[in-house]
């Protein structure tokens, strides 16, 4: 190859998406990552024909999901549908779990999220689904069981309203999008 030649990118390795990494249990990562805290339990009703979702790697924050269906589904160029994971959870109060896209799906196939990212409030009991949406030109194909999206278990704050007369002023002030100039 020519000192001048571009490098192949990331994407168009050939061998991109064929190396198989070995799934992490809590207890590995916390082992290999000692300050990580230990795994918080979440209730879960299993009702796919599937695993239960793990952390890919050590230092993973999200859980991939897969789709339980039971034939494929076809997506069409920006057509979108709610896809059912057969998972339903009890989550501590205080945390939410947020279903994100599969950075893999959106890059190479342009598949995301409506609803990005979806939240499951600690007091919904029923199925997780994903609304999946095909934002490329070409028709998608959705196996069974093929991971749809990732899971993240986060916490949050509960929030009072306070109704007022000014606000405080900042340097920024109203400057919305774009205000801080491109990109």
């Known amino acids: 190859r020519h000192a001048h030649a571009p490098r192949p990118t990331e994407l168009s390795r ?87 896209p599969r950075s893999g799906l959106a890059a190479r196939h342009g598949i995301s999220l409506v609803n990005s990212p979806g939240t499951i409030d600690p007091d919904y009991r029923g199925e997780i689904k994903a609304i999946l949406v095909n934002l490329s030109d070409e028709p998608f194909e959705i196996k069974p069981g093929e991971r749809i999206a990732q899971l993240v278990v986060a916490r949050f704050e509960r929030a009072e309203w306070e109704s007022v007369e000014t606000l405080g002023e900042t340097a920024r002030g109203e400057g919305g999008m774009g205000s801080t100039g491109r990109g």
């Open 14 to 100: 050939p061998d991109r998406g064929r190396r198989r990494r070995t799934p992490t249990s809590p207890e590995d990562a916390l082992s290999r990552f000692p300050q990580m805290k230990k795994a918080m339990k979440i209730k879960v009703i299993n009702r796919s024909a599937y695993a239960l979702p793990q952390y890919e790697t050590a230092g993973a924050a999200g859980m991939d999901v897969r789709a339980d269906i039971r034939e494929s589904i076809v997506l069409g160029p920006l057509e979108r549908t709610l896809v059912p994971t057969g998972l339903y959870v009890e989550i501590p109060d205080g945390y939410e779990i947020q279903v994100r």
